[in-house]
């Protein structure tokens, strides 16, 4: 009885050692695929219909002609976001982070008949970073995707007449 205990702990010990190299193997390609990774690499844009424009303007002045732009094309700012405001506020400086948040009330009427769950994604989002040479870059979704997810004719409509604003609004301000 003993031999044959003796012979299953040898079989455990095996199996125990073998997992120890695959689990190193593993680690190994994982920290492989981190070091192959820079720091700070991200993917600016991780949605379907999103868009990226490295607009070579600096940070504080693309804002000024992203916001002067919204109004003159007769859409509103409902709110802005600034996490680089934040962080001052506790003591940490981080590059230029702005949420410019649009829209315009006879859009949300329309949206809220055509589906209330929609509201959710009301209002739409410009977001502005500051790069490391001190440019700003503006990423935002196209309406038109937005409102697609919901399949509703009427939104869909609507998301595409937001397009043509949208895109009036980014080439407004990057001239």
């Known amino acids: 009885m003993s031999s044959f205990r003796a012979r299953q702990d040898r079989i455990i010990a095996k199996r125990i050692a073998m997992i120890g190299k695959t689990m190193r193997a593993i680690l190994l390609v994982c920290l492989g695929l981190l070091a192959a ?14 868009k990226v424009i490295e607009t070579g303007t600096p940070f504080a002045a693309f804002v000024d002609k992203l916001t ?4 003159a094309n007769k859409m ?8 680089d405001c934040g962080a001052k506020s506790i003591g940490v400086a981080i590059p230029g982070n702005r949420v410019i948040m649009v829209y315009r009330p006879d859009f949300a009427v329309r949206m809220l008949k055509a589906s209330v ?19 700003a870059r503006l990423t935002y979704r196209l309406p038109s995707h937005v409102f697609g997810a919901y399949q509703v004719a009427a939104l869909d409509e609507m998301g595409k007449e937001l397009d043509v604003i949208v895109a009036k609004i980014v080439a407004d301000a990057t001239k």
């Open 37 to 50: 990774t820079p720091v700070g690499a991200e993917n600016p844009a991780p949605y379907s219909g999103t």
């Open 68 to 71: 002067a732009a919204v109004s």
């Open 76 to 83: 509103g700012i409902v709110a802005q976001a600034c996490a």
């Open 117 to 135: 769950a929609s509201g959710i994604e009301a209002p739409l989002r410009l977001y502005v970073t500051e790069r490391p040479d001190g440019s």
